[in-house]
């Protein structure tokens, strides 16, 4: 499972044949959130033509959700142009929503199809996209004197202590990488106890 997601929000215009398409591209990790994103923008622009989206959430290869919608544009120009972007470039947890300001002069499907890739293409030019990582929440069971070590070895592996809970023993809360469950468990070997993955 390796692929990019999007930092932060950017935007990206462009002008063709007097038609003006504003891309937006947010990180999602549902699809509540990304149909969230659509119906701000539909307030923001109530004058535009058009509101044409693709999202992904999950693995672009395989994803666990995926959707797009041509807004009234012929069937195939807007949406799956901006989709294939995102695929083409192994982006997930992302929308993007491109909104047009018609300008007179058609463009056919053609010139639709590579105006809305070409609008999806520059946001992502404008992105700062960083790998996915999956991350899991686990329990460490520690005694008072082992803490530190344990908080150490969290932090070496680029975890957070979400809650610590203090009764006979120590209980941490934390958040790592998937991948590092098993050298969590292999490096508090001695000072602490991994429990069950907390839900």
């Known amino acids: 499972m390796s692929y990019q997601t999007l930092q932060r929000t950017v935007t990206a215009r462009l ?24 119906e701000q923008l539909r ?23 995926a959707g797009f919608d041509d807004d009234g544009e012929p069937s195939g120009t807007a949406g799956r142009p901006i989709l294939n972007v995102l695929q083409h470039k192994s982006i997930g947890n992302i929308i993007i929503v491109v909104v047009r300001y018609f300008g007179g002069i058609k463009l056919g499907a053609g010139g639709l199809t590579r105006a809305y890739a070409g609008s999806a293409q520059s946001a992502v030019d ?28 969290v932090e070496s592996l680029n975890g957070t202590i979400d809650d610590v809970a203090y009764s006979k023993d120590v209980l941490l809360n934390v958040t790592v ?6 050298a969590l468990r292999e490096r508090l070997a001695m000072d602490g106890r991994v429990l069950e993955i907390a839900e």
């Open 15 to 38: 002008e063709i044949k007097k038609s003006e398409f504003i891309a937006y591209a947010y990180p999602v990790t549902s699809r509540e959130q990304a149909m969230f994103h659509v």
């Open 43 to 65: 307030l923001q622009y109530t004058d535009a033509r058009h509101h044409c989206w693709a999202y992904i959430v999950g693995d672009p290869d395989n994803t666990t959700s």
């Open 126 to 153: 404008e992105m700062k996209l960083c790998p996915y990582v999956a991350m899991a929440q686990v329990q460490i069971q520690a005694d008072f004197a082992t803490e530190a070590q344990c908080r150490y070895v």
């Open 177 to 182: 990488a998937e991948r590092d469950i098993d």
